[in-house]
């Protein structure tokens, strides 16, 4: 079945930490708005081609989807009209199941583990983004067929190990 998974949460939230192997283990294709962006301007962090990135991020999974892969997309998705523009794109290239995964931690969790990375965000950044999902979590009515939590991701795993006939441990 192809797939988009959406990992959402603030800068430090822990997203790609647990997100990377997870798509990994899984044989499944990793999209991170940052990679593309180092890929683009040469530092993840610059944010002046925003939109060369997304238009990237949209590209690359299309394409995947419409190979029939299933596709893992990193990034914040902080606003609710950001993960419903995404989820409707994916289900029009080929997604037959859209999930979010939300890694949802306290603010000050954010805040240390993004002071603690080799690449750090601005606090300012770190907080908006924060606050912008506060304001709208994300819920199924965004377009998902299910949102878990990332406390949820091995719930998350031990479905897609049932649903590829793997074993479930």
Not at 22 to 36: K, P, Q, V, W
Not at 65 to 86: I, N, P
Request: with cysteine; net charge negative; glycine share 8%.
């Amino acid at each position: 079945m192809t797939k988009l998974i959406m990992g959402i949460g603030a800068p430090g939230s822990g997203k790609s930490t647990a997100l990377r192997p997870f798509a990994e283990r899984n044989g499944y294709t990793y999209l991170c708005a940052d990679d593309i962006r180092a890929e683009l301007t040469g530092d993840p962090g610059n944010q002046s081609r925003n939109r060369d990135v997304w238009r990237e991020m949209y590209l690359r999974t299309g394409a995947a989807l419409a190979r029939g892969e299933t596709v893992v997309a990193d990034a914040t998705f902080s606003r609710r009209e950001d993960r419903s523009a995404f989820a409707l794109y994916a289900r029009e290239h080929g997604a037959e199941r859209v999930q979010g995964v939300y890694a949802q931690v306290p603010l000050d969790v954010a805040l240390s583990r993004n002071a603690a990375r080799e690449r750090v965000v601005p606090e300012h950044a770190v907080r908006r983004k924060y606050e912008e999902l506060t304001a709208a979590e994300p819920v199924v009515e965004d377009g998902f067929d299910a949102v878990f939590d990332i406390n949820e991701l091995q719930e998350l795993t031990r479905t897609e190990m049932a649903q590829e006939g793997g074993v479930i441990s």
